[in-house]
């Protein structure tokens, strides 16, 4: 998930093509399976920390 978070930092956003791209960037792998499972919980997160920016801000 590691990959997925600096991915996204560093692109802007986060989707699909984004996450793969990193993780065949490293020389990795990964499943579809588990691609969407590592997107739902990346997403989760930044939708947490949006929340907690727009109750703070």
Do not use: N, P, Y
């Not at 984004?18 to 989760?44: F, H, N, P, Q, W």
Request: net charge neutral; proline share 0%; aromatic share 0%.
């Amino acid at each position: 998930m590691e990959i997925g978070r600096a991915a996204a930092a560093e692109q802007g956003k986060l989707t699909r093509a984004v996450a793969r791209t990193a993780v065949d960037d490293k020389g990795l792998t990964v499943g579809s399976k588990r691609l969407t499972e590592v997107m739902d919980i990346l997403r989760a997160e930044l939708e947490a920390a949006a929340e907690t920016h727009r109750a703070g801000g």
